[in-house]
T-cell receptor, first 116, second 115 residues
């Protein structure tokens, strides 16, 4: 089974702190994603990466950055956390061999971040 | 622009009732994929089904069935004889492929199945 592991399920951070959310997948997937989930807004894509050291902005990248130094690990960074970044963050991964679009995306269990 | 609309915010049914979750999508692409995911209270999104735009055949898996109609841009999900364990948030999602799998989600439908 595909496993996507998010290192922290629940975090409480102070405004202005630098926050790292870590995600590891064990299926050698090329693509990794960070989504944010808020009530009434569904899941919104923050950043995605289709290869090591490659990244692209999603729909709501402001206030976030990412790092992908190794294929299995994709980190989401909040440079200076703010209260409006209190949310649930979901990491995901998928495999896309050339031409096989639409492959299933697998999700981690989510990280609940509260910024006070 | 791509968009997924789940107009039902919350649905409450009594166990053993049938329930249909609606999903309407918008895309200009001719090749696209539609998904349903289940999110139980634990938080993890569980993949349920993927459908491509060239296959309008309806699918049944146990108590779950999906009705894909391109003419109305809908991909509805029906649970037959609902059970308490079906209580969750259900998301419909769309991707039009490309080099990556950017998935556009609807806002989700919270299904509460009462015993």
């Amino acid at each position: 089974d595909v496993k996507v592991t998010q290192s922290s399920r629940y975090l409480v951070k102070r405004t202005g702190e630098k926050v790292f959310l870590e995600c590891v997948q064990d299926m050698d997937h090329e693509n990794m994603f960070w989504y944010r989930q808020d009530p009434g807004l569904g899941l919104r894509l923050i950043y995605f990466s289709y290869d090591v050291k490659m990244k692209e902005k999603g729909d709501i990248p402001e206030g976030y950055s990412v790092s992908r130094e190794k294929k299995e690990r994709f980190s989401l960074i909040l440079e200076s956390a703010s209260t409006n970044q209190t949310s649930m963050y979901l990491c995901a991964s998928s495999s896309t061999p050339a031409g096989r679009v639409g492959n299933t995306i697998y999700f981690g269990e989510g990280s609940w971040l509260t910024v006070v | 622009a791509q968009k997924v609309t789940q107009a039902q915010t919350e649905i409450s049914v009594v166990e053993k009732e049938d329930v249909t979750l609606d999903c309407v999508y918008e895309t200009r692409d001719t090749t696209y994929y539609l998904f349903w995911y289940k999110q139980p209270p634990s938080g993890e999104l569980v993949f349920l089904i993927r459908r491509n735009s060239f296959d309008e055949q309806n699918e049944i898996s146990g108590r779950y069935s999906w009705n894909f109609q391109k003419s109305t841009s809908s991909f509805n999900f029906t649970i037959t004889a609902s059970q308490v364990v079906d209580s969750a948030v259900y998301f419909c999602a769309l991707t039009s492929g490309g080099a990556t799998n950017k998935l556009i989600f609807g806002t989700g439908t919270l299904l509460a199945v009462q015993p």
